[in-house]
């Protein structure tokens, strides 16, 4: 299996701008996460879904955070509009939910100007 | 106060050294324990898995957890340059799939040739 992919590798753009990252999870995996990741706050959950339903989005900051996925083999995360402070490493990870093992993707390095 | 407390470092040792990482966390109800390791610019992946309190190994590699003064370790044995990295420490209740993974901030650790 390929692991967990996450498309773009590096998106700079500018803000107010719509970002739209992507992640295709492990076959097989029912679990997919986002996560962001800062120097300041380290790991941050973002959402998480089971079977392509949203089941906890209490870590989306704000309104211009949407998350999507619509179907077993592809997500979404859109931030519309983007801030300066939205400038981070996205990961998307996935998982079984036989166990608390997370299979994380190489990450999105978001740079928002 | 934070749920689980990590040294950020940077931690610096020579090679072949033995290396001690560590973390803290304040919620009793902590049962399944992960330490996860994150090179540059990619995302974290797994290391070691444990549950509830005592020693495992994996090569070089021992966790051990210490439930009662809730501190858990990861020990690295004869330390290569390839250990230099980022090092997360991970808790969970249990309750596979329904809860949140609790990440430390994470300590970089660079093993000097």
């Known amino acids: 299996d390929a692991g967990v992919i996450q498309s773009p590798r590096h998106e700079v753009t500018e803000m107010g701008q719509e970002v739209t990252l992507r992640c295709k999870p492990i076959s097989g995996h029912d679990y997919l996460f986002w996560y962001r990741q800062t120097m300041m706050r380290g790991l941050e959950l973002l959402i998480y879904f089971n079977n392509n339903v949203p089941i906890d989005d209490s870590g989306m900051p704000e309104d211009r955070f949407s998350a999507k996925m619509p179907n077993a083999s592809f997500s979404t995360l859109k931030i519309q509009p983007s801030e300066p402070r939205d400038s981070a490493v996205y990961f998307c990870?996935?998982?079984?939910?036989?166990?608390?093992?997370?299979?994380f993707g190489s990450g999105t390095q978001l740079s928002v100007l | 106060q934070k749920e689980v407390e990590q040294d950020p470092g940077p931690l610096s040792v020579p090679e072949g050294a033995i290396v001690s990482l560590n973390c803290t966390y304040s919620?009793?109800?902590?049962?399944?324990f992960m330490w996860y390791r994150q090179y540059s610019r990619k995302g974290p992946e797994l290391l070691m898995y444990?549950?509830?309190?005592g020693n495992k190994e994996d090569g070089r590699f021992t966790a051990q957890v210490d439930k009662s003064s809730k501190y858990i370790s990861l020990f690295i044995r004869d330390s290569q340059p390839s250990d230099s990295a980022t090092y997360l420490c991970a808790m969970a209740r249990g309750n596979f799939g329904n809860e949140k993974l609790t990440f430390g901030t994470g300590t970089r650790l660079t093993i000097i040739p």
């Open positions: 990870a996935s998982s079984t939910g036989v166990d608390e093992k997370l299979f």
């Open positions: 919620n009793s109800a902590f049962q399944y």
């Open positions: 444990t549950y509830s309190s």
